[in-house]
């Protein structure tokens, strides 16, 4: 805690993670029907159908990589790597942003 711009940026980080699984989980609508889960331009079918608890998934994904970011981060500024852990923690919030973008997307289709 000593070094308060690395904090803040695990701080950041995790909560970042944290906002797009609560952000998908309420777009998640409980519907009887087969939703919209992912795209391929390969195959017979561009649109594949799955239940629609699968899209829990993306919910599972900000927390379990808001974890393990947060964590390697820690790890990182332990082992003297102050550089590496803040070049970490910027990727990963860009990599949260395009996960906000895919979701987007994807709940977008999904629920047609």
């Keep these: 805690m000593s070094d ?3 904090f803040t940026l695990v701080v950041l980080v995790f909560t970042s993670m944290l906002i797009f699984a609560i952000y ?3 777009l998640i609508n ?3 029907i087969q939703v919209v889960t992912r795209y ?3 195959g ?3 649109f ?3 239940a629609w608890w699968y899209l829990y998934g993306f919910a599972g994904f900000g927390l379990v990589a ?3 970011h947060a964590l390697v981060m820690a790890k990182l500024r332990a082992y003297g790597r102050r550089d590496l852990g803040l ?3 910027w990727l990963s919030l860009i990599i949260v942003l395009v996960a906000f973008a895919y979701a987007h997307e994807v709940f977008k289709v999904a629920f047609l």
């Design 4 to 6: 308060r711009p690395f």
């Design 24 to 26: 998908t989980l309420f």
């Design 30 to 32: 409980r519907v009887d």
């Design 40 to 42: 391929s331009s390969f």
């Design 44 to 46: 017979d079918a561009h």
């Design 48 to 50: 594949y159908k799955n």
């Design 66 to 68: 808001g974890t393990i």
């Design 87 to 89: 070049m970490f923690g």
